[in-house]
């Protein structure tokens, strides 16, 4: 069965980076886009970056610049390379894909299980 398994996430000062991965497992025919999605607590989980196939890119405003998404096709990973880290950073971070399994050929959406990210100020 496809799945998706994040890591990455832990505590760090504001100003600080870290670098989420995400890989797919599983048989896996082929794999479409790719992104980041994160939840604050009382807010509603919101796009930070996605990444095509082809390897084009899209950011929320709100980490343009300062993130960068990226991607591994050969091992079916996603990145997200988080720089100058800001307290509103904090959030679980979810690995989001379309992923089309080999017993099938379709795509499905999948989610991982999302990952920490603490930032203290």
């Known amino acids: 069965q496809v799945q998706l398994v994040e890591s990455g996430g832990g505590l760090v000062q504001a100003g600080g980076s870290l670098r989420l991965s995400c890989a797919a497992s599983?048989?896996?025919?082929?794999?479409?886009?790719m992104g980041w999605y994160r939840q604050a607590p009382g807010k509603q989980r919101e796009l930070v970056a996605i990444?095509?196939?082809?390897?084009?890119?899209r950011y929320a405003d709100s980490v343009k610049g300062r993130f960068t998404i990226s991607r591994d096709n050969a091992k079916n990973a996603v990145y997200l390379q988080m720089r100058s880290l800001k307290p509103e950073d904090a959030a679980r971070y979810y690995c989001?894909?379309?992923?089309?399994?080999?017993?099938?050929?379709?795509?499905?959406?999948?989610w991982g299980q999302g990952t920490q990210v603490t930032v203290s100020s």
């Open positions: 989001n894909a379309d992923v089309a399994p080999y017993s099938s050929r379709l795509y499905f959406n999948y």
């Open positions: 599983g048989s896996i025919f082929s794999v479409n886009d």
């Open positions: 990444i095509a196939a082809g390897g084009s890119t």
